[in-house]
C-alpha cells in the first residue's frame, strides 16, 4: 500500500495566513498552545503542513510554468475554450506579464512555507536542534524556489516588524547554500517510509547539487548577462554532494521500470526518489498532470472521467523526436498514432486512455488469426500540430476531432482510472522533486564541465548508467554537452526541470513551436526570471519590478 504523509488534526495554516506580502506576526505562536510540543511526534505533526505548503503549486501552477516555458509542450486553446485570457499562450511565446493569472500561486505557495518553517522555528525555539534542522533544510527548498524563478526575494528568518526589502538572487543563493550546509548533518540520514516525503541529508545533498550546478546562472548579477561559459566555482562541489548520494547506497535505479515509477501507487518504494511530494486523490489533492494530457474525446470513449478533462497540452514534435533511442523505455512516455475503440470489448482500464493497439487487448503490433478485427471508433493523434489560419492570436488548434487529434499526449503520470467527479480529477501519483537519476547526470555534467573526476567515473560512465537501465543504447565515446542535454529531456519530461536546464545551456531563448508569433521571445534575456506578480508588488510599494518588465 502506497504511503503517505498526512495533514495533522491540528493545523498550523491557521497561525498564519497565505502571504502576497510578509507582515508582522504579533501574536506569540507559542501561547497558540496549551501545552508546548516537546516530543519528537509533536514535532513531526506541528511540521506537516510546511511540507504540504507547496503541494498545490507543483501539481498545477509551477508544472504549468516550468513546462509550457520550455520546448517540451504548448497547450492549445479549443476554439474558444481554454484561450483563458493568454495565460498559456503567454508562457508558450514567451511574453508573460506580471499581470499573468497562473504566476502569483507560485509566489504565494513559497511564500507561505518560509513563513510556516519560520512559525515552526519559532516554536521549537532553537534553531541549531536536530528537530529544527528539517524546517531549515525545507525553508531553504521555498527559497530556492523563488530564486529560480523570480529571482530576488524577502530573506525573512523570523518575526519581522516591517516590510523587509528584497534581497538580491545572489544573496538568496549564498543564503540557501549556507543553511544547507549548516544542517545537512543534522538532518536523518537513514531513508525510509517514515523520512519518505521529508528533508534528510541527501533532499539536502541534491538541492545543493542542484544549487551548485546552476551557480553561475544564480550569481552573475544581471540574469541576462549569464552565458554558458561563464565559470562555474562550484563544479568540485556539485560532485562532492552527488557523491555522497551515490556513496550512500540508499538509492539506486533498477527497483522498478521506468514508467512505473510515476503510476498512481507509486511510493517510498521507488528507490530513485531521493525527495518527493505525495499526493493522494482523496487526502492530498493537487496533483492533475493528466487532466490536461488526455484527449478530449477521451474522457467517455475510455474511461469514466470526471467533467472539464482540458485536453489542451500537446509535446512539440521537435521535442517528441529527442525520444529516438532504439529499446529506450521511455519512448513510450508519450502516446499518439492510432487509437481504437472495439464494439465487442470493454477496454483494461488499468492502461493509458489513448490506448495503442492493433488489436484487443495486446499492446504494439498484433499478428494473429483475427489481425483485422472490425472497429467501432478510431481516430489518428497526429504528431504535428496545425493551428487554424486565423488561430494565432489564441493558439486556436480547433474544438472538432482533427484539433483535438493533433500533438502527441505524456502518458508518464498516467491517473489513476478509479478517480470519480468527487475526487475533482485529482491523481494519486507522488511527483518526484529530485531523483538518483538527476544526481548521476548532474555529477556527469559537472565533469563534463571541468570537475575532476571521482571514483573512476566518467560523464560517459555516469551517463550509460541511465540509459542502462531503461534499455537505451551505451555511449561509445564521452558525450556532449547537446547529447547530454537530449538525455536530460529523456529522462526527466514532465518533471518541472527543462526550464531550468534550458537556461543553464543558454538555449532559453530559442526558437521552438510557435515562438515566433512573438519574435522578441527569442532575444528577451530578461525572461530567464519572472515577473513579480502585480498584486504582490501592490501589497510591498517600495519594491521595484525584475528588470525589463514595467514597474
Not at 501539481?59 to 484561450?83: C, F, I, K, P, R
Amino acid at each position: 500500500m502506497k504511503s503517505k504523509l498526512y495533514i495533522p488534526l491540528f493545523s498550523m495554516s491557521a497561525l498564519v495566513a497565505a502571504f502576497v506580502s510578509c507582515t508582522d506576526l504579533d501574536v506569540d505562536i507559542k501561547s497558540q498552545y496549551t501545552d508546548f510540543p516537546t516530543t519528537e511526534r509533536a514535532a513531526e505533526a506541528i511540521s506537516a503542513d510546511v511540507y504540504a505548503a507547496y503541494r498545490g503549486a507543483l501539481g498545477y501552477n509551477h508544472w504549468m510554468v516550468q513546462t509550457l516555458s520550455s520546448d517540451e509542450a504548448v497547450s492549445v486553446a479549443l476554439g474558444t475554450d481554454y484561450y483563458d485570457g493568454g495565460r498559456f499562450r503567454e508562457l508558450h511565446v514567451h511574453n508573460w506579464t506580471s499581470d499573468n493569472a497562473i504566476l502569483p500561486n507560485m509566489w504565494n505557495a513559497a511564500m507561505t512555507g518560509i513563513n510556516l518553517s519560520n512559525n515552526v522555528l519559532t516554536i521549537f525555539g532553537d534553531d541549531e536542534s536536530d528537530k529544527a534542522a528539517p524546517m531549515r533544510a525545507m525553508r531553504a527548498y521555498f527559497y530556492f524556489l523563488l530564486m529560480d524563478n523570480f529571482g530576488g526575494a524577502p530573506l525573512i528568518k523570523g518575526k519581522v516588524d516591517q516590510i523587509p526589502d528584497r534581497s538580491s538572487r545572489a544573496e538568496i543563493a549564498n543564503f540557501i547554500e549556507s543553511e544547507l550546509l549548516a544542517v545537512r548533518d543534522r538532518l536523518p540520514g537513514e531513508v525510509s517510509a517514515a523520512t519518505y516525503g521529508k528533508a534528510t541529508r541527501y533532499m539536502a545533498d541534491a538541492l545543493l547539487a542542484k544549487l551548485y550546478l546552476n551557480w553561475s546562472v544564480y550569481t552573475s548579477g544581471d540574469v541576462a548577462a549569464y552565458t554558458p561559459a561563464m565559470p562555474n566555482e562550484k563544479l568540485a562541489q556539485v560532485v562532492a554532494m552527488c557523491d555522497d548520494i551515490i556513496q550512500s547506497g540508499q538509492f539506486n535505479l533498477s527497483s522498478h521500470k521506468y514508467l512505473e515509477k510515476f503510476r498512481p501507487d507509486n511510493g517510498p518504494q521507488i528507490k530513485d526518489f531521493i525527495f518527493a511530494m505525495p499526493y493522494d486523490r482523496e487526502k492530498q489533492q493537487g496533483m492533475t498532470y493528466a487532466r490536461f494530457w488526455i484527449h478530449r474525446s477521451g474522457q467517455n470513449q475510455f474511461a469514466p472521467l470526471p467533467s472539464s478533462v482540458g485536453g489542451t497540452f500537446r509535446v512539440l514534435p521537435t521535442f517528441l523526436a529527442k525520444f529516438n533511442l532504439e529499446g529506450d523505455d521511455r519512448n513510450a512516455s508519450y502516446m499518439g498514432g492510432l487509437q481504437y475503440y472495439w464494439s465487442d470489448y470493454s477496454p483494461d482500464l488499468s492502461r493509458p486512455f489513448l490506448i495503442r493497439t492493433s488489436k484487443k487487448g495486446i499492446d504494439q503490433d498484433y499478428s494473429g488469426s483475427d489481425e483485422n478485427v472490425t472497429f467501432d471508433w478510431h481516430m489518428e493523434t497526429t504528431k504535428e500540430i496545425t493551428l487554424r489560419p486565423d488561430g494565432g492570436p489564441t493558439l486556436n488548434a480547433g474544438n472538432d476531432q482533427k484539433g483535438r487529434s493533433m500533438g502527441y499526449r505524456s502518458v508518464k503520470f498516467y491517473m489513476d482510472v478509479n478517480v470519480t467527479a468527487a475526487n475533482n480529477r485529482n491523481q494519486s501519483n507522488d511527483v518526484p522533486i529530485f531523483r538518483y537519476a538527476d544526481v548521476l547526470l548532474m555529477k556527469a555534467e559537472a565533469i563534463l564541465r571541468g570537475a575532476a573526476p571521482t571514483n573512476g567515473e566518467t560523464a560517459m560512465s555516469l551517463m550509460n548508467q541511465v540509459r542502462a537501465y531503461v534499455n537505451a543504447p551505451a555511449l561509445t565515446t564521452e558525450p556532449t554537452f547537446a547529447e547530454l542535454l537530449d538525455e536530460r529531456a529523456r529522462e526527466f519530461s514532465d518533471e518541472s526541470w527543462r526550464r531550468n536546464d534550458l537556461i543553464r545551456y543558454g538555449k532559453f531563448e530559442e526558437d521552438w513551436g510557435f515562438k515566433s508569433l512573438y519574435a522578441a521571445g527569442s532575444s528577451e534575456r530578461y525572461r530567464r526570471i519572472f515577473p513579480v506578480p502585480r498584486q504582490v508588488l501592490e501589497v510591498n510599494k517600495h519594491w521595484t519590478q525584475n528588470t525589463g518588465y514595467p514597474q
